[in-house]
Nanobody, 122 residues
Framework: QVQLVESGGGLVQPGGSLRLSCAAS????????MGWYRQAPGKQRELVAA???????NYADSVQGRFTISRDNAKNTVYLQMNSLKPEDTAVYYC????????????????WGQGTQVTVSS
């Protein structure tokens, strides 16, 4: 059984910061690209940032320079440091793993966490 468990969401004022974490649990051998997506009410889910297993990163234009994605492969954990938050960053943030390879060789493609709410408001 594999789970992606997000934490760190909450309510923050504009200009503030939050740090999201996503820990993958289970008998995992390796996880390929991990990322953060978000979905605001009435909008489609969109990619916020992604990071490969070797640390190559990719960001949405709207968060470039404000958000930083990182990961700890030993802990199967990905982080999203969000600074200078704006009201338009308000959304449910989802952790995603492109491919999880288990110790026994089984593969779990396209894996999602349950989401964590981020609200930016004064």
């Amino acid at each position: 059984q594999v789970q992606l468990v997000e934490s760190g969401g909450g309510l923050v004022q504009p200009g503030g910061s939050l740090r999201l974490s996503c820990a993958a649990s289970g008998s995992i051998f390796v996880i390929t690209t991990m990322g953060w997506y978000r979905q605001a009410p009435g909008k489609q889910r969109e990619l916020v940032a992604a990071i490969t297993s070797r640390g190559r990163t990719n960001y949405a234009d709207s968060v470039q320079g404000r958000f930083t994605i990182s990961r700890d492969n030993a802990k199967n954990t990905v982080y999203l440091q969000m600074n200078s938050l704006k009201p338009e960053d308000t959304a449910v943030y989802y952790c995603h793993a492109d491919l999880i390879i288990m110790l026994g060789g089984n593969q779990r493609p396209d894996y999602w966490g349950q989401g964590t709410q981020v609200t930016v408001s004064s």
